[in-house]
């Protein structure tokens, strides 16, 4: 097994064609939302180091390994993209074995695994990672029965660009203040997003009271096999009056009518218990689990060890 560092301008293809042939498979996104703008939009990439490693055999690359530093000489995070026939317990030990020591390397003292592949979460529970949190994938046939109620005096819109992109940003933060994945977002972060060839702005859905904003449900459809609810949040001061399912309603609602989704997916962390309550009310079911594991590898392996310059 020969283990390098990526590099995009000559990986490019084959680590497409490595993530399509794992999607394929799976059913399931092979990498995170930020990693895919590593390789996509790496120009925007600019508020933290991130690196990369790829893993090659006479037939190419089997397994990409991208890691992003979260917390200068603190944590990192990584994911395995493993093609299924090399998901053997002696080459996924030896992947997290060399991406610890790369994170180490860097000056890392802890590191951050999402993982859904069975096979990938033993491997990791061997290595000594300990399991951190769970973020359930729940899915609902459409068309809903439902009909959204919207609230008195609220009103529904498309998201308008250059007009809402402050409020909004405003808004979600403080809807998500601490979320390690949806808060303290920036127009950066809002602008990569824009560029996504999935993006509707009338599929981003903005409930207002007057010129204040209320609430907001963003929704994608990358095909019409299922429609994703994004980003959904409701601003405190309209919490407890509804709004929280009308909203969902009302996306699920356009993308079945406008862009003709025959599914609906939605991710919730599995501690969010009145969230469950509600999806499952509506007929949403749990569909697969997605794992973060966590390891504080410091003075396990030797930094001398590593030689991948990851920059």
């Given at each position: 097994?020969?283990?390098?560092?990526?590099?995009?301008?000559?990986?490019?293809?084959?680590?497409?064609?490595?993530?399509?042939?794992?999607e394929e498979h799976d059913l399931h996104p092979a990498l995170g939302e930020?990693?895919?703008?590593?390789?996509?939009?790496?120009?925007?990439?600019?508020?933290?180091?991130?690196?990369?490693?790829?893993?090659?055999?006479?037939?190419?690359?089997?397994?990409?390994?991208?890691?992003?530093?979260?917390?200068?000489?603190?944590?990192?995070?990584?994911?395995?993209?493993?093609?299924?026939?090399?998901?053997?317990?002696?080459?996924?030990?030896?992947?997290?074995?060399?991406?610890?020591?790369?994170?180490?390397?860097?000056?890392?003292?802890?590191?951050?695994?999402?993982?859904?592949?069975?096979?990938?979460?033993?491997?990791?529970?061997?290595?000594?990672?300990?399991?951190?949190?769970?973020?359930?994938?729940?899915?609902?046939?459409?068309?809903?029965?439902?009909?959204?109620?919207?609230?008195?005096?609220?009103?529904?819109?498309?998201?308008?660009?250059?007009?809402?992109?402050?409020?909004w940003l405003e808004g979600n933060n403080q809807v998500f203040f601490g979320?390690?994945?949806?808060?303290?977002?920036?127009?950066?972060?809002?602008?990569?997003?824009?560029?996504?060839?999935?993006?509707?702005?009338?599929?981003?859905?903005?409930?207002?009271?007057?010129?204040?904003?209320?609430?907001?449900?963003?929704?994608?459809?990358?095909?019409?096999?299922?429609?994703?609810?994004?980003?959904?949040?409701?601003?405190?001061?309209?919490?407890?009056?509804?709004?929280?399912?009308?909203?969902?309603?009302?996306?699920?609602?356009?993308?079945?009518?406008?862009?003709?989704?025959?599914?609906?997916?939605?991710?919730?962390?599995?501690?969010?218990?009145?969230?469950?309550?509600?999806?499952?009310?509506?007929?949403?079911?749990?569909?697969?689990?997605?794992?973060?594991?966590?390891?504080?590898?410091?003075?396990?392996?030797?930094?001398?060890?590593?030689?991948?310059?990851?920059?």
């Amino acid at each position: 097994m020969n283990l390098r560092s990526i590099d995009l301008s000559n990986d490019s293809v084959a680590l497409e064609r490595l993530i399509s042939d794992i999607e394929e498979h799976d059913l399931h996104p092979a990498l995170g939302e930020r990693k895919v703008f590593d390789l996509v939009d790496p120009r925007t990439e600019a508020q933290s180091a991130s690196c990369g490693l790829v893993a090659a055999d006479d037939h190419g690359i089997f397994a990409y390994l991208p890691l992003v530093e979260e917390e200068k000489g603190g944590l990192w995070t990584l994911e395995t993209v493993v093609h299924p026939d090399h998901r053997r317990p002696s080459v996924l030990d030896a992947l997290l074995k060399e991406a610890t020591r790369a994170v180490i390397a860097r000056g890392g003292e802890g590191i951050r695994l999402w993982g859904y592949v069975p096979e990938v979460l033993q491997a990791a529970e061997r290595s000594g990672f300990r399991s951190e949190r769970e973020l359930f994938h729940m899915r609902a046939p459409l068309p809903l029965t439902d009909a959204p109620r919207i609230p008195p005096g609220i009103r529904i819109r498309g998201f308008q660009e250059g007009i809402d992109d402050r409020k909004w940003l405003e808004g979600n933060n403080q809807v998500f203040f601490g979320h390690p994945e949806n808060g303290n977002w920036e127009l950066a972060d809002l602008d990569r997003r824009r560029r996504r060839p999935w993006f509707s702005s009338e599929g981003f859905r903005m409930a207002w009271d007057g010129e204040v904003l209320a609430g907001f449900c963003w929704t994608k459809t990358p095909s019409p096999r299922a429609g994703e609810i994004y980003v959904i949040g409701v601003l405190p001061d309209y919490q407890g009056m509804g709004l929280g399912r009308a909203l969902l309603l009302e996306g699920i609602g356009y993308m079945y009518t406008h862009q003709h989704a025959r599914a609906c997916v939605l991710y919730v962390d599995a501690a969010n218990s009145p969230a469950l309550r509600m999806y499952r009310s509506m007929g949403f079911r749990h569909h697969h689990t997605d794992r973060s594991l966590l390891l504080f590898p410091k003075g396990k392996y030797s930094t001398d060890a590593s030689g991948y310059p990851c920059s």
